[in-house]
């Protein structure tokens, strides 16, 4: 099965669920023959449920994690992580360029932006160029007025309120 038409959706926002919805998508996808690839910007080096998951999907579920372990630093984000974004960028492109899935997901690609580790020009190019019958996400925070203009749905996550706020850490099979 492919796509008939192909559109730009973006999650956003300062509340949790981004790429949970993402993923709730890709499965949504991969239960109707889809092919769908997730490359993450900023996650890399640690087993979280969705690569285990995505594992058992393979190939029609693939992803990515391109970053390194650990967060980075907004403000001063380390060489390694741009040449680390970099990468990933190239990646989407090749994916795209390749026609290789019916649904590709830039899972933090809008903080990856923000954090100066990708162009936004060059992630514009990425969303201008997309073949016709591919869906393509957009996840994380800070997403530009730009990307929000180009794209056809943009869902902005709202906390209303989150236990991390009570001390709460992140738990294996809920958050990772």
């Known amino acids: 099965m492919a796509l008939e038409k192909g559109f730009i959706q973006i999650y956003t926002g300062e509340g949790k669920g981004k790429t949970t ?36 999907l393979s190939p029609q579920l693939v992803i990515k994690p391109m970053g390194r372990e650990g967060f980075i630093n907004p403000a001063s984000p380390r060489p390694e992580d741009l040449s680390l974004a970099q990468g990933a960028l190239e990646e989407a ?4 360029r390749e026609k290789a899935c019916d649904l590709l997901i830039l899972d933090e690609i809008n903080m990856a932006v923000s954090m100066g580790l990708v162009p936004e020009q060059a992630v514009l190019d990425l969303m201008h160029g997309k073949p016709p019958h591919v869906e393509l996400i957009l996840t994380g925070r800070n997403a530009p007025l730009s990307f929000l203009e180009r794209a056809d749905l943009v869902t902005t996550m709202k906390c209303t309120k989150h236990y991390f706020d009570r001390g709460q850490a992140a738990r294996v099979g809920i958050e990772h």
């Open 21 to 56: 919805a993402a993923l709730g998508l890709a499965l949504r996808a991969v239960g109707r023959g889809l092919k769908v690839i997730m490359i993450q910007f900023l996650k890399g080096g640690v087993e979280t449920g969705e690569l285990t998951t995505a594992r058992r």
């Open 93 to 96: 492109r090749k994916v795209l």
